[in-house]
């Protein structure tokens, strides 16, 4: 089975642009988590979306906004990019939406803000 | 604010040692615990989760867990070169998201 597929791997954005990223959960997993990991640190929380819906954000600006797709594919988009934007950028899914089901994480993209 | 926390590190020990991971949390009301290994420049991968108090074993991989303590615990057997990583400890407090503690950097020396 495939696991948590992200895309694009790499991306490079200059200072206020904007980024849209996206993940695709392992087959029957209905929930997405958005993580950002700057180095040295741990992940990061930034949105969760279960059946759709969104079950909790993260200490993050507006800047930030996900949804999640009726196949539960999701999104996570970044507007207005500044330099302390660049990171790691995971996306994990899960079977349920709590905390007993283990996240399963996608390979990543790495943003670049320049 | 949910707190997980555990030494940065680096902890270096010999092949062949056991390597003790440690992690402290700060909501008494979390129920499930992981670990995960991100090797350098790649993504956390689940090695251990545990439920309960006690010790659950896997292979070279042992976690503890002490709820009155507020401590979970992974031990490595037989350290290896490829177990050099960062150990990441994940936390859910009860009912909400993952928190991570900030890792801690482990190196097997040959």
């Known amino acids: 089975d495939a696991g948590v597929t992200q895309s694009p791997t790499h991306l490079i954005k200059t200072r206020g642009q904007h980024v849209t990223l996206r993940c695709s959960p392992i087959s029957g997993h209905k929930s997405v988590s958005w993580y950002q990991q700057v180095l040295g640190q741990g992940p990061q929380f930034i949105f969760q979306?279960?059946?759709?819906?969104?079950?909790g954000r993260g200490n993050f600006p507006d800047r930030f906004s996900a949804r999640q797709f009726p196949n539960y594919s999701s999104e996570l988009n970044v507007n207005a990019l500044l330099l302390g934007d660049s990171a790691l950028y995971l996306c994990a899914s899960s079977l349920g939406g709590g905390g007993n089901s283990p996240l399963h994480f996608g390979n990543g993209t790495r943003l670049t803000v320049t | 604010q949910k707190e997980v926390e555990q030494n940065s590190g680096p902890l270096s020990v010999p092949e062949g040692a056991i390597a003790s991971l440690n992690c402290t949390y700060s909501d008494r009301g979390s129920q499930s615990f992981f670990w995960y290994r991100q090797y350098s420049g790649k993504s956390p991968e689940l090695i251990m989760s545990?439920?309960?108090?006690g010790d659950k074993e896997d292979g070279r991989f042992t976690a503890q867990l002490n709820k009155a303590s507020q401590y979970v615990s992974l031990l490595i057997r037989d350290s290896q070169p490829s177990d050099s990583a960062t150990y990441l400890c994940?936390?859910?407090?009860?009912?909400?998201?993952?928190?991570f503690g900030p890792g801690t950097r482990l190196s097997v020396l040959p």
């Open positions: 979306y279960y059946e759709k819906e969104e079950r």
């Open positions: 994940a936390v859910p407090p009860f009912g909400q998201n993952f928190v």
């Open positions: 545990i439920y309960s108090n």
